[in-house]
């Protein structure tokens, strides 16, 4: 699996025969540039994005992008290739020392995103006849850091722990100092279809998921990437195709840590993952931590149109449970180290369940006590929400200890390496 990992992060470097080649560079690119080489950049990626033709491939140098007039946002519509993580000069490409990163502001908020995409959009097509005609197309999103931190409003003091940078998340409308709410929206998001691969990117401080896709056709491929703080879901898979079967979903080798509820009562959503019905997925070699509620969620939809492989993951101290799935009626929560996971593969859509594994508190702090911030993860395990009612003037106190608050950028892409075989790899 390692020696297919490294073809695939690997794959994008050969995929210029096949189309033009596009270069963007924030420090050196200008908008009248021609883009074609690396000498002479253009500054915007969705100046190049406007240019490409389908199977063309983008180059992009470090930097921040904010999208057509600062507005916070790209939109994809066709089959191309953005490769990110290169040295200004384009010599070198190494996505933790040259990261090129879409981190909106808050004053972006403003213009919201057309036609319900995230601070990257796919728009690939409009109508089923359209999706057909792209199903052999190839798509690649690679070693991107896209972070709505700035972006989102958090309370100045309520909920927030001692250490932490930030108050709670306020979903919108509710701003408080900001001067427009949270885009309450996915950091990628839309309508996708073909043969679509992202991979070695960072989805960092997500408002409302960090990937959410329809996807018509196709294989789509979500490799070694880290998700960290996103509130709902990690990823959010679903077939947008009545067919079962269409979709062919690859979830493996991601670090995801932090996946928080949709409210502040932190009872409803809160998953790394989803398993969505008529969908082949293959969920494996990923470190799922810290969910409000489970790690693999295989509650929706109809199971007899899935086919689900969950193998070779690492579990940490998700709140309700490292996986969830339906027992007519109920819902069944359990972790890697219950009884009552070996009985998980005999479930309708489970096709294999093997060697899953869970950390022990002293073996995550010895891989992660310099990586990930430890007051946010000390303040996580005790995150809760209370009620007190007071009976005699009919008032309802409520505390939120923490709430999906920003989680600090430093040292998020040391997080590409931590751990030798599972989760996100570092990028060679």
Request: charged share 25%; with cysteine; glycine share 6%.
């Given at each position: 699996m390692k020696k297919l990992l490294s073809i695939l992060i690997c794959l994008t470097f050969a995929m210029s025969a096949f189309g033009a080649e596009w270069y963007v560079s924030a420090a050196i690119g200008k908008k009248k540039n021609e883009g074609t080489s690396k000498d002479a950049p253009l500054k915007a990626i969705w100046s190049a994005l406007e240019k490409a033709a389908p199977g063309d491939v983008i180059y992009v140098a470090q930097g921040n992008y904010h999208g057509k007039t600062s507005c916070g946002w790209i939109l994809i519509d066709k089959p191309v290739s953005i490769i990110g993580g290169y040295s200004d000069d384009f010599s070198v490409r190494d996505i933790t020392k040259y990261p090129t990163m879409l981190k909106p502001t808050n004053e972006m908020n403003q213009t919201k995103p057309a036609m319900d995409i995230g601070t990257v959009g796919f728009k690939m097509y409009k109508t089923a006849i359209d999706a057909a005609t792209l199903a052999n197309t190839t798509t690649v999103i690679d070693g991107l850091y896209i972070d709505q931190g700035d972006a989102n409003s958090y309370h100045a003091t309520?909920?927030?722990?001692?250490?932490?940078?930030?108050?709670?998340f306020l979903i919108p409308p509710d701003q408080g100092n900001t001067q427009y709410p949270s885009i309450n929206s996915a950091e990628l998001k839309g309508l996708s279809v073909g043969n679509l691969t992202i991979q070695n990117c960072v989805f960092l401080n997500a408002s409302n998921y960090g990937i959410q896709l329809n996807h018509f056709q196709g294989e789509l491929k979500i490799l070694n990437n880290v998700f960290i703080n996103n509130r709902m879901q990690a990823c959010e898979i679903r077939s947008s195709n009545a067919k079962a079967g269409m979709v062919n979903f690859e979830f493996a080798y991601n670090t995801v840590f932090f996946t928080w509820s949709r409210t502040e009562e932190m009872t409803d959503m809160g998953f790394a993952v989803?398993?969505?019905?008529?969908?082949?997925?293959?969920?494996?070699?990923?470190?799922?931590?810290?969910?409000?509620?489970y790690a693999f969620d295989n509650t929706k939809g109809n199971d007899k149109t899935k086919n689900v492989s969950i193998d070779n993951n690492l579990f940490f101290r998700n709140k309700k449970g490292d996986a969830a799935v339906t027992i007519s009626p109920n819902i069944k929560a359990f972790f890697v180290t219950d009884?009552?996971?070996?009985?998980?593969?005999?479930?309708?859509?489970i096709?294999?369940?093997?060697?899953?594994?869970?950390?022990?508190?002293?073996?995550?702090?010895?891989?992660?006590?310099?990586?990930?911030?430890?007051?946010?993860?000390?303040?996580?395990?005790?995150?809760?929400?209370?009620?007190?009612?007071?009976?005699?003037?009919?008032?309802?106190?409520?505390?939120?200890?923490?709430?999906?608050?920003?989680?600090?950028?430093?040292?998020?892409?040391?997080?590409?390496?931590?751990?030798e075989g599972a989760g996100a790899q570092a990028v060679k």
């Open positions: 309520k909920g927030k722990p001692e250490g932490v940078e930030t108050g709670m989803r398993a969505n019905e008529n969908m082949n997925a293959n969920i494996h070699h990923n470190i799922l931590g810290l969910s409000v509620l009884d009552a996971w070996e009985d998980f593969e005999d479930c309708t859509g096709k294999s369940v093997e060697d899953n594994k869970a950390f022990s508190d002293i073996e995550f702090v010895a891989k992660f006590r310099d990586i990930i911030d430890m007051a946010y993860l000390k303040a996580f395990l005790a995150a809760n929400y209370t009620e007190k009612i007071n009976l005699a003037e009919l008032s309802l106190e409520t505390k939120y200890t923490m709430f999906a608050n920003r989680y600090p950028s430093e040292n998020v892409l040391k997080f590409f390496g931590a751990v």
